[in-house]
């Protein structure tokens, strides 16, 4: 019953640090657009995050709970929960501090570090293509970014324009739902599939990805609230701390950071969708010329990003080695 109380929370907060995190900064970014109305940005984000799992697998969700460490064996379950732990807690301190980093690098380092403390075995060969192909995803948003608003600049302008403009950010932003509900969004799914089979099976080894939709339903809602929760201050900062946003630089962002993404999600490996859609923004900005990015704060961004990794498979591993000491 311990166990069981124990991943039931840390699900919960997991889920809502996703929010507050990654639904944040789409949802900001979504409302940076002339006239995007908020029901209709915030409504099309859970729709795609509760259908697309049903539809396109869940391939992204079994990387965090299959391939980082061998978390189908004996103490597998308990050191995934200690990894959880950590990443939440370092996204928290950071975002905290208005800074939104990759809760995606946090989840990674926490579990790979748990697991090793904990002495089961490390993929390490899956851990570095993971992060290879993690840290390969804002570049390729960083490019396409400044590729499409150097290319959106050439676009003859014609009265109908506005409009033009705002349907291709609403096609845009569908997409980039899509792209975060079939690879980023399912880090959630593997923490609320691991705790529903804690609370049926017990605590042991990690068991196949499931979760049923009621269960999807109320991860959605929870992930809602904490995106609700801290949309000023993380969402904000796409316009006022890193760039200065204009409607083409939004659309062109949201593309970058749904081709990055997808091309990811074909390898089956998790990538950050705040990183891209910050790399996309700015990449948009930048073609512009360098005074449209305000580089302090993407200097900010940059530093969390690289403290995100080290610290949380450093704590993960102190985390998995309590673990053998029990």
Same mark, same amino acid.
Request: contains cysteine; positive net charge.
């Given at each position: ?38 029901? &209709? ?6 729709? &795609? ?35 959880? &732990? ?104 593997? &923490? ?125 591993? *102190?985390?998995?080695?309590? *673990?053998? *000491?029990?």
């Amino acid at each position: 019953m311990g166990w069981t109380l124990a991943f039931a929370v840390v699900a919960i907060l997991f889920v809502l640090a996703s929010g507050a995190n990654d639904g944040a900064t789409i949802i900001g970014l979504g409302l940076r657009f002339p006239r995007s109305p908020g029901w &209709v940005v915030a409504v099309l984000l859970v729709a &795609v995050l509760f259908a697309v799992p049903y539809l396109l697998g869940v391939a992204v969700a079994r990387t965090f709970t299959e391939r980082l460490a061998g978390l189908g064996t004996s103490g597998g379950a308990a050191a995934f929960l200690v990894g959880v &732990v950590i990443a939440v807690a370092v996204v928290a301190v950071l975002t905290g501090r208005g800074l939104p980093t990759s809760l995606t690098l946090a989840v990674i380092g926490g579990i790979s570090g748990a697991g090793l403390g904990a002495g089961l075995p490390v993929s390490w060969r899956d851990l570095g293509t993971v992060l290879a192909i993690g840290a390969g995803a804002p570049l390729a948003g960083l490019a396409l970014g400044y590729l499409l608003g150097a290319v959106s600049r050439r676009v003859p302008s014609h009265r109908r324009m506005p409009r033009l403009v705002f349907t291709t950010h609403l096609l845009a932003y569908s997409a980039q739902c899509v792209a975060y509900a079939v690879n980023d969004g399912q880090k959630m799914i593997a &923490v609320v599939s691991v705790a529903i089979g804690v609370s049926r099976h017990g605590l042991g080894g990690v068991g196949p990805v499931e979760v049923p939709p009621a269960w999807m339903a109320a991860l959605v809602a929870i992930f809602l609230a904490g995106a609700l929760t801290s949309l000023v201050r993380v969402g904000g900062r796409l316009g006022r701390g890193v760039v200065i946003t204009r409607p083409l630089h939004i659309v062109s962002a949201e593309t970058a950071a749904t081709g990055a993404v997808l091309g990811s999600s074909a390898l089956g490996s998790p990538v950050s969708m705040t990183q891209s859609i910050t790399a996309g923004v700015v990449g948009a900005a930048t073609s512009e010329g360098t005074r449209r990015v305000r580089w302090q704060g993407v200097v900010n961004v940059g530093t969390a990003w690289l403290v995100t990794l080290p610290s949380s498979m450093a704590l993960g591993c *102190l985390g998995g080695l309590a *673990l053998r *000491l029990m």
